[in-house]
Structures are given as structure tokens and as C-alpha cells.
């Protein structure tokens, strides 16, 4: 074995074992540990896989300390500044950027598969007019299941592959329609003529009387671009929760539609995907500057419940380059808008303030991809409840670009965590007519 090994050593035995180092192209090594309960009786804790990994994977790699995020190994930097969204779709699903020809083909499945079928668009009818569109996002891409399912077969690439596209094609017709639905209006089908991002605000736009889009209402095609760039920097972040749920769920052999279903549950909560609303309702109740040492105060507290959203990252620890590049896309789109927001004010005087204060500087607490978000789907008239369902869409491609990663390899072992069991000792059963009255201690 060579030396790039770990030891580890169990003290009560005195055994040691090396375990073999893994190297990946860039980033940590790995020790793989997987034999530790067969070489030493034991497991490792580690709830919420602080120091775990849980897969390999080529497309995506984040460096947290130094701010580097590549998809595919380029630059998010020289992929935002260049690309469309569907042109990192593609790269993150096949690995390489597609030449002219090859994005073009590419564009038209995905714009061939954005219809629902009728069937399923009738779901929405039993939706209340206010669910969350997140509720109704993850029930109909869940019922996509019903309609593709002996059809499909997962060991086959390239069903795979239309799987992949399907989703991608149908995530913003079906997330335009959530929001239809929640305001009363009727559907509007998917246009083959109009790129990916118009496409999608055509659909949440337009009247019965007039297309958002068209030859004589022409949305600001630099609108369209700022949310090209949303969706290229929410496009895939490695194994974060959601992606890592759709993995877990596919690693049994699961229906893919049913799967992303799962990503989006994951993705829903505020401490992931939903910072993006809950920020804009955080700074609408911080109110104004003034308040602002008030509510650090509170984020500062630990019997508060109160957080900075949109602040903190599990891997970043210096700064989020998705959050440098988004701060400055907001002037550029207020100024366009000719929009004068407070909330932009409020949230430039809250970071300032937090990247002063000790407690943010030494927990290494910066903004996320989050904080300004919301601002610039404010300015757009993307109403605050469909932030995460346009963050869904977005990762779409991640989820289908790790799931199809996935399902490549030959043996993909299913996704099984081990635990710290802490609960009673084997005791006998005792009969109803013999038990104590059961008090839960608080
Ligand atoms: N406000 C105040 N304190 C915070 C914040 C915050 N936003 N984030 C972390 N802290 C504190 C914690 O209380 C903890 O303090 P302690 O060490 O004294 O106990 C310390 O910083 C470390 O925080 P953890 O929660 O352990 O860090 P973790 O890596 O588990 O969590 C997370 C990261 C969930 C993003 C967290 O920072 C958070 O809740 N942020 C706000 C929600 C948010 O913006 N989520 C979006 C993340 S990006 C995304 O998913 C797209």
C-alpha cells in the first residue's frame, strides 16, 4: 500500500488499519473507509455529511475558501458572462459544451418536450387557488411519473437521456402554470419560436388579449439575459441537499420524475432553495436601515430563532462568487427597470453591517447565491412565492445531470446511512392493561 494512506487506530484494541487515500482532480483527498465496520466493529458519525463523501462525480467542483465554482471544470465567471442556460444544460449532462449544430438540436428537444399533456395539466384544477406553487411544483413533476413510466427504462441510455430532456422541457411549463393557477388565470402554451428564458416568461406574462412576447411587445432582451444568469448560477452545486436527494432516491431504482420530485421537497426548505423568499421576507420585516443593528443583534442570538437569511454557507467560507456576480447584475437590472427598490438599500446596509461585525467575520458568514436573488426576480415581476420554483428550475439540470451520471455507473450501491442508535435497551412488552399512562417529557 503507498503512503498516502490514514491510519486510524482503535484505542481499547490497540488494531490500526490503513485506509487508502483517494485522489480526485482537484479538491481534498478521500479516505475510503468503507470497510471500518468489518476492520474495526465501528461506524463514523457524522450527521448532515460534514466530512463525508458520498459519491465521485465530474461535474461540478467548489473550492469554499477560495470561492471557485466550475461546471465541467470552466469558470461559473466565463460560463455567465457567455453562455445560455441551456448551453450549461447540455454541458453539465454530457460533459462538453455543444458546438452550434449540437445546441441547436438540443434546443429544439427541449422546446418539443415542453408540452404537458392535457391530462395532466387538469391537476391544477385541484389545487386551492392558494397553495404554494412549490406544493404544486412537486405534486404535478411527481405525477410526470404516472405518464412515463412503462415506457421507460432506466437501464437504457438513451431513454435515459429523454427522461433528462423531458424534464428540463416541461419544469418551466409546469411552473408557469403553478403560478397561473395561483392567480386565477388561464394556462398559456409553450412557444417553440422563443429561447428557453422567454419561453418561460411568455408563459407566466402573457393576457388572453396580448402575447408577453412578441413582434410588437418585445420584452428588454437584457431582462431576459439577468435571468439567463440565474439560472446558469443555480444551475448545479454538487452534492447539495436536493441533488443529493434525488441521488438517494434514484440509487433505488426509483422513477426519475419521481425522484426530482424529491429534489424539489429538498429544495423547498428555507435553509436551502427557500432562502430566496425567505430573504425578500426578511428585509420587509427589518423594514428600514435603522433597524438593521437590531436584527444583526438578533441573528447574533442563540435563543432567537431569527437568522440573516441568505448569509452562511455550508461549503463557502469566504465569499459565494455566485453572490459577487448577482450583486452587480441587480444595479444593472433596477437601472433598466428604472426601479428604485429599499430592499436593494436595506440589503447593501445589512451586508455591510454584518461583514463588520465580529460575530459574522469569525463564524465566516458572507452572502450567498440567495441575498440578492430575490431582488432581481422583484424586478422582473416574479412574485416572491415563485422564487424557489424558478430556483427549481434552474437545478433541474443538475438534478438530471447527476442522475444520469449516476445511473451510468455499473453498480451503484443503494443509499444507505448508518446510525447512532440512542434509544431504550431490548425491555419486554407490557400489556395495555398494565401500562403506566404515557407522559411525554418535554
Ligand atoms: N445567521 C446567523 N447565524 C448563523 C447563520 C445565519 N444565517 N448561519 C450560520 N450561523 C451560525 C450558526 O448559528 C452557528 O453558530 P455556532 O457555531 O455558534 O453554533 C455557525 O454560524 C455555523 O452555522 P451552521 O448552521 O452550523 O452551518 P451549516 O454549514 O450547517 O449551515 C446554512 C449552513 C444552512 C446555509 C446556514 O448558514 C443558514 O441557515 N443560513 C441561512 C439560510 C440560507 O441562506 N440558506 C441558503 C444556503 S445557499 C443555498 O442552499 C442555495
Known sequence: MSNETLTVRHNATGKEVEYPLLKGSLGADTADMRSLNKDLGCFTYDPGFIAT?????KITYIDGDKGILLYRGYPIEQLAENCEFTEVAYLLMNGELPDQ?????FNEEISDRATIHESLRKFFDGFHYDAHPMAMLVGVVGSLSAFYHSDLNIKDPDSRRICAARLLGKMPTIAAASYRHSVGRPF????????????????????????????????????????NLLFILHADHEQNASTST?????????????????????????AHGGANEAVLNMLAQIGSVENVPKYIAKAKDHNDPFRLMGFGHRVYKNFDPRATIIRKTCYEVLERTH?????FELALALEEFALKDDYFIEKKLYPNVDFYSGIIYKALHIPVDMFTVMFAIARTAGWVAHWLEMMEETATPISRPRQLYVGPPRRDFVAIVDRQPFVKSI
Open 246 to 270: 434525488v441521488r438517494m432516491a434514484g440509487s433505488t431504482g426509483a422513477n426519475p420524475y419521481a425522484c426530482v420530485a424529491a429534489g424539489i421537497a429538498a429544495l423547498w426548505g428555507p
Open 188 to 227: 398559456v402554451y409553450p412557444r417553440m419560436d422563443l429561447s428557453y428564458c422567454e419561453n418561460f416568461l411568455n408563459m407566466m406574462f402573457s393576457r388572453s388579449s396580448q402575447n408577453y412576447i412578441d413582434q410588437n411587445h418585445y420584452i428588454d432582451p437584457n431582462l431576459v439575459k439577468a435571468l
Open 53 to 57: 463523501a458520498s459519491c465521485k462525480s
Open 101 to 105: 449544430t449540437q445546441l441547436r438540436d
Open 339 to 343: 426601479t428604485n427598490d429599499p430592499l
